[in-house]
C-alpha cells in the first residue's frame, strides 16, 4: 500500500512562490512515474506536471510549464512542485498521485494512470 501526503499549501499573493511537497510511503519514488493534479470545486480535476519514472523526463499542462517545476529527491523520498509567477486562478486543492506501472519514460497525464493519490492541500492565491 502507497501513502501519499502532501503539504506546503498555504495563501500566497499574487505574484508570489510555493514549493508543495509530497512524501511518499510503501514505494520509492524512484520505482514509479508520479504527477500533480489540481481541482477548483465544481470543476474537473486539471493535470498539472509529471515525472517519470526514470526521474529525467517531466511534462506539463497547458500554459503552466516555466512557471511551475515538478522534481524529486530519493533520498527524501518526496515529490516537489515548484510554484512560482502565482496567478488566482491557481487558485485550487492540489493532489499528488504515483503511477506504480508507467514505463522508464513515461509522464502520465490522465487520472485514470494514477494508481494512489494524496488527500490534497489547498493553495489559494489572493490578488
Known amino acids: 500500500q502507497v501513502q501519499l501526503v502532501e503539504s506546503g499549501g498555504g495563501l500566497v499573493q499574487a505574484g508570489g512562490s510555493l514549493r508543495l511537497s509530497c512524501a511518499a510511503s510503501?514505494?520509492?519514488?524512484?520505482?514509479?512515474?508520479a504527477g500533480w493534479f489540481r481541482q477548483v470545486p465544481g470543476m474537473q480535476r486539471e493535470f498539472v506536471a509529471a515525472?517519470?519514472?526514470?526521474?529525467?523526463?517531466?511534462y506539463y499542462g497547458d500554459l503552466l510549464k516555466g512557471r511551475f517545476t515538478i522534481s524529486r529527491e530519493v533520498a527524501k523520498n518526496t515529490v516537489y512542485l515548484q510554484m512560482n509567477s502565482l496567478k488566482p486562478e491557481d487558485t485550487a486543492v492540489y493532489y499528488c498521485?504515483?503511477?506504480?506501472?508507467?514505463?522508464?519514460?513515461?509522464?502520465?497525464?490522465?487520472?485514470?494512470?494514477?494508481?494512489?493519490w494524496g488527500q490534497g492541500t489547498q493553495v489559494t492565491v489572493s490578488s
Open positions: 498521485a504515483v503511477d506504480n506501472d508507467a514505463g522508464l519514460w513515461n509522464t502520465p497525464v490522465r487520472q485514470y494512470e494514477y494508481d494512489y
Open positions: 510503501g514505494r520509492t519514488v524512484s520505482s514509479v512515474a
Open positions: 515525472i517519470s519514472r526514470s526521474g529525467t523526463r517531466t
